[in-house]
């Protein structure tokens, strides 16, 4: 069975950091574009980053670009994405998610398979 398993959230202060995992099973992740998506409780679903399957060409939501980074370790089976310098806003359930290889984009559309998601909370 096909699974992404989300790891990392909880909860941090204004300023502080966490990493995400994203580990797959079932499958290997080789051959897929990953993304991160997060939802804010009474917003829509958005992209956050995304990778290559190869890691040579990400993408940025404006609203992170400098602040986080996404990476990939094959040999692992596992996508991250490390989060600095953390604002309240950045509060929201982070979901990464795979798709077909090609060109890395922050559509869901573009998305196959979906974890369940892990909480990211950012308060004083």
């Known amino acids: 069975q096909l699974q992404l398993v989300e790891s990392g959230g909880g909860l941090v202060q204004p300023g502080g950091s966490l990493r995400l995992s994203c580990a797959a099973s079932?499958?290997?992740?080789?051959?897929?574009?990953i993304g991160w998506f997060r939802q804010a409780p009474g917003k829509e679903r958005e992209g956050v980053s995304c990778?290559?399957?190869?890691?040579?060409?990400?993408n940025y939501a404006d609203s992170v670009k400098g602040r986080f980074t996404i990476s990939r370790d094959n040999a692992k089976n596992t996508v991250y994405l490390q989060m600095n310098s953390l604002k309240p806003e950045d509060t929201a359930i982070y979901y990464c998610?795979?798709?077909?290889?090609?060109?890395?984009?922050?559509?869901?559309?573009?998305?196959?398979?979906w974890g369940q998601g892990t909480r990211v909370t950012v308060s004083s």
């Open positions: 990778i290559s399957s190869s890691g040579s060409s990400t």
């Open positions: 998610a795979a798709g077909s290889a090609g060109v890395p984009s922050l559509r869901l559309s573009r998305y196959d398979y």
């Open positions: 079932g499958f290997t992740l080789n051959y897929y574009v």
